[in-house]
């Protein structure tokens, strides 16, 4: 069935250090998926988003690399700082079902 | 502009009873999209209307139903509620149909007692 797999599900960095979140998917049909980051109490948010048909995207800090072989995308999330202390979810969107699968999420905690 | 808005906030119901939820999008927005949240299953996807219709829809059951006015205003019904429907539910909107950065609203934060 339609799955979106996340790894870590907690992860603690110092600040300035890079984070990595990793997703995978299976569906291979899947065309979209885009990257979630919500705070504690407050909506989720997209920091960033990619397509099938691209393979790595940057904005500032945050970047995002697509693997369609091995269906696995991943967040990288340089010079991390407290601010970016927050859930962070993957999500897919499986053309199939037409249905918009969200990873578990991650919680990310910066440590000064 | 002003941002997605989600009516009520809060809400208590019992077992048995139906909900109605209302979100607006963001102004020129005609896609609005549903969403569950709970500490258990995470964010589920419930299902999307743009222009008025249904486009998408996500693994849940017929209890779940919504739709969208011509305004783009968007309603998310409810029947028969079980307790395990006790949740965050958010919508989100954007300019066309799902495949593009989407706005959440607060969200109504669900009882069922």
């Known amino acids: 069935g339609e799955n979106v797999e996340q790894h870590p599900s907690t992860l603690s960095v110092q600040e300035g250090d890079s984070a990595v979140i990793k997703c995978t998917y299976s569906?291979?049909?899947?065309?979209?998926f885009p990257w979630y980051k919500q705070e504690l109490g407050k909506r989720p948010q997209l920091i960033i988003d990619?397509?099938?048909?691209?393979g790595e995207k940057k904005d500032q800090r945050i970047a995002v690399t697509l693997n369609k072989t091995a269906k696995h995308f991943s967040l990288h999330i340089t010079e991390t700082q407290p601010e970016d202390s927050a859930v962070y979810f993957c999500a897919a969107f499986f053309n199939y079902g037409q249905n918009f699968v969200f990873g578990p999420g991650t919680r990310l905690s910066v440590l000064p | 502009k002003a941002g997605v808005t989600q009516t009520p906030r809060y809400l208590i119901k019992t077992r048995g009873q139906q909900v109605t939820l209302s979100c607006s999008p963001i102004s020129g927005h005609r896609s609005v999209s549903w969403y569950q949240q709970t500490p258990g299953q995470g964010l589920q996807f419930l299902f999307e209307y743009f222009s008025e219709t249904q486009r998408n829809k996500g693994n849940f059951p017929g209890r779940f139903s919504g739709r969208q006015f011509s305004n783009s205003r968007s309603e998310m019904n409810v029947s028969t509620l079980e307790l395990g429907d006790s949740a965050l539910y958010l919508c989100a909107s954007s300019l066309t149909q799902t495949l593009n950065e989407q706005f959440f609203g607060p969200g109504t934060r669900l009882t069922v007692l």
């Open positions: 990619i397509r099938s048909n691209v």
């Open positions: 569906d291979s049909a899947s065309n979209y």
